[in-house]
């Protein structure tokens, strides 16, 4: 505030107005004080809640109270220059989940779905390559032999591993780029694929035996 000069001796910080000026003296009422003086003729002070004056005006260096108290902005931070980037990398962990996605040869599958009811298909998709490596998704999953993948957000890893550093699965699949209709399969050995929705088909038995003739698998 403008008009406020201040003073200082050894064991008290002094505080005046300027006389007649009833707004900057209730701004200075607010303020906690020892005590609050009139200052008189001679550097007398009579405190305001008496008459008779009490007190002297010491000595004191006034100035302005922007020059007292200097506020310093300290220096913005940069961040540091050519910061390495900490790669995603698999670890094991203990925390369970089910499984959502298995990974098993064409010939596990096959045999499973001639076996099975429509009952036990009928939530299952699966997707083969043309080596013959089908991916089964859905829950619960079929007890066939196979790799057992947990699925986060569309990010796949593999049941009983967790990514390190532990980001959220939201901001890991902004990391692999999946796509909303998407599916990452993140494998134990690094190796990534990647599964659009239309590269699933129901579990039918009609299906995974037109999938065996183009593969060229035994039947």
């Given at each position: 505030?403008?008009?406020?000069?201040?003073?200082?001796?050894?064991?008290?910080?002094?505080?005046?107005?300027?006389?007649?000026?009833?707004s900057l003296a209730r701004?200075?009422?607010?303020?906690?004080?020892?005590?609050?003086?009139?200052?008189?003729?001679?550097?007398?002070?009579?405190?305001?809640?008496?008459?008779?004056?009490?007190?002297?005006?010491?000595?004191?260096?006034?100035?302005?109270?922007?020059?007292?108290?200097?506020?310093?902005?300290?220096?913005?931070?940069?961040?540091?220059?050519?910061?390495?980037?900490?790669?995603?990398?698999?670890?094991?962990?203990?925390?369970?989940?089910?499984?959502?996605?298995?990974?098993?040869?064409?010939?596990?599958?096959?045999?499973?779905?001639?076996?099975?009811?429509?009952?036990?298909?009928?939530?299952?998709?699966?997707?083969?390559?043309?080596?013959?490596?089908?991916?089964?998704?859905?829950?619960?999953?079929?007890?066939?032999?196979?790799?057992?993948?947990?699925?986060?957000?569309?990010?796949?890893?593999?049941?009983?591993?967790?990514?390190?550093?532990?980001?959220?699965?939201?901001?890991?699949?902004?990391?692999?780029?999946?796509?909303?209709?998407?599916?990452?399969?993140?494998?134990?050995?690094?190796?990534?694929?990647?599964?659009?929705?239309?590269?699933?088909?129901?579990?039918?038995?009609?299906?995974?035996?037109?999938?065996?003739?183009?593969?060229?698998?035994?039947?």
């Open positions: 505030m403008s008009g406020i000069e201040v003073g200082e001796t050894a064991d008290a910080v002094w505080l005046r107005g300027k006389p007649g000026d009833d701004e200075l009422s607010l303020l906690p004080a020892e005590a609050r003086y009139e200052e008189l003729p001679d550097r007398r002070l009579r405190l305001v809640t008496r008459h008779i004056p009490s007190a002297s005006l010491p000595s004191v260096r006034w100035q302005p109270v922007g020059a007292w108290v200097r506020l310093e902005v300290p220096p913005a931070a940069m961040p540091a220059f050519n910061i390495e980037p900490v790669p995603l990398r698999l670890v094991r962990s203990a925390a369970e989940r089910d499984s959502e996605v298995l990974l098993t040869a064409l010939t596990n599958w096959a045999e499973f779905v001639s076996k099975a009811g429509p009952i036990r298909l009928g939530h299952l998709k699966f997707a083969t390559n043309s080596s013959g490596k089908s991916l089964v998704h859905g829950i619960p999953l079929p007890s066939i032999p196979g790799q057992r993948f947990i699925v986060h957000s569309g990010l796949a890893v593999p049941a009983g591993f967790a990514w390190q550093p532990a980001v959220s699965a939201e901001v890991a699949v902004r990391l692999f780029n999946v796509a909303p209709d998407a599916l990452v399969l993140w494998q134990e050995d690094g190796a990534i694929m990647r599964l659009h929705t239309e590269q699933f088909v129901p579990a039918t038995w009609s299906a995974v035996r037109a999938t065996m003739e183009v593969v060229k698998l035994p039947s």
